[in-house]
């Protein structure tokens, strides 16, 4: 019995390697570092249940101290890298171009699920914009973190669908897809934020607006800011107008889920004038404040990361998802041009920021925010 014992939590254990993703780069060496690999697969947040986790007889696994469990020259892992934004909007079965859409903007089904595989196979994985706020990024050793933003709060992103009496994402959404693509990925992470304008139809289909955006944060999405009415900011010329559309935006979700502030938006077209713009960062309307800690630009680039000295999150460069018709400096272009070596690249431990001796520079040590600096 005492052999099955020991038998199954080593099975256990290369199973959940192999799941880490990245896996080729992580070698553990002793027992030990078997054990980091476990707590850098366990998920963080509501992953879902499928997330193979290892459980019981191994409690040691759990208390074990964090110690840095990879070989440095294999992983090289550099946290002062430039991470990718991708910024989604429309999501269709098929595309027929019109006058308002050459498909630049939008993407099929079918191209979002080969896109999943494509960037799990290149080593991304999936943060949510407050972890990387809070520079609280949780990826297994070798793995470059990334962010997905959906704006507009289109049904081809996401919408409920009856099922046997209950409420579910429809699988041809891409939320429905990604809920799929979890169940034999689960360490992709099933994350992401929705952008979204409470003054106009948000995720048509099934369901209340409630019950929509309840769904998406049940589920460990996060919903974000876009205006009430998907204003263009430029051309506001009052501080009013900018607290109605922002804060009205932030009041209207605290009355549809009460208690969830949005916290990060998404600019419509471009930001306010200069004398505007603290009024989209920061407000109160009809009495309730708000305060956005990231600011997302319509996207050209990636950005940086948490620790850098040029980290500014209310000035979040996004990397266009690449629509129909591929344009420069969209995902795919940069999937292409954007070397390793300038991405981040993980630990697989939050606790700690490991960065090539010569990126040491480019660390701000009061971002830390607590975490220790490795430099190798
Ligand atoms: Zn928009």
């Known amino acids: 019995m005492s052999k099955f014992a020991k038998i199954i939590p080593a099975l256990v254990i290369s199973a959940s390697i192999l799941l880490s993703g990245c896996g080729s780069k992580v070698e553990p060496e002793k027992n030990n570092s078997a054990q980091n690999t476990i707590q850098s697969t366990k998920p963080t947040d509501n992953q879902g249940s499928s997330t193979p ?100 709060g289109t049904s081809g992103q996401f919408n409920l669908v009856e099922e046997g009496g209950k409420l579910v994402a429809n699988k041809q959404s891409a939320v429905g897809i990604m809920e799929e693509f979890n169940k034999t990925h689960p360490d992709f992470g099933l994350k992401g934020t929705f952008y979204v304008n409470l003054g106009l139809g948000t995720f048509e289909g099934k369901g209340t607006v409630n019950e929509r955006l309840k769904y998406l944060i049940d589920q460990g999405f996060e919903i974000g800011n876009h205006t009430l009415t998907h204003i263009n900011l430029r051309e506001v010329k009052t501080a009013e107008k900018v607290l109605q559309e922002v804060g009205g935006n932030h009041k209207k979700m605290l009355e549809l889920v009460p208690d969830y502030k949005l916290g990060s938006l998404a600019l419509p077209f471009g930001n306010a004038t200069k004398d505007l713009q603290g009024y989209v960062a920061k407000g109160e309307f009809e009495g309730v404040s708000y305060e956005n800690r990231a600011i997302m630009e319509v996207g050209w680039d990636p950005t940086y990361s948490p620790v850098s000295k040029k980290f500014n999150p209310l000035s979040t460069h996004r990397v266009r998802a690449s629509g129909i018709k591929p344009v420069d400096t969209d995902l795919a272009w940069w999937l292409k041009n954007l070397s390793v070596g300038e991405q981040y690249v993980s630990d697989g431990d939050p606790n700690t920021v490991t960065v090539p001796k010569s990126r040491e520079e480019a660390v701000d040590k009061n971002k830390l925010n607590g975490k220790q600096l490795v430099v190798y």
């Open 53 to 152: 986790v290892p459980q019981g007889n191994d409690t040691n696994a759990r208390t074990a101290t964090p110690k840095p469990s990879i070989d440095l020259s294999k992983v090289k892992p550099n946290e002062t890298g430039k991470i990718m934004v991708v910024m989604f909007h429309n999501f269709v079965e098929s595309f027929t171009p019109t006058k308002y859409d050459n498909g630049e903007y939008t993407t099929t089904f079918d191209e979002f699920r080969k896109l999943l595989q494509t960037l799990y196979d290149k080593n991304y994985r999936l943060v949510n914009v407050n972890d990387y706020l809070n520079n609280n990024i949780s990826v297994p050793a070798g793995c470059i973190p990334m962010m997905f933003t959906f704006d507009d």
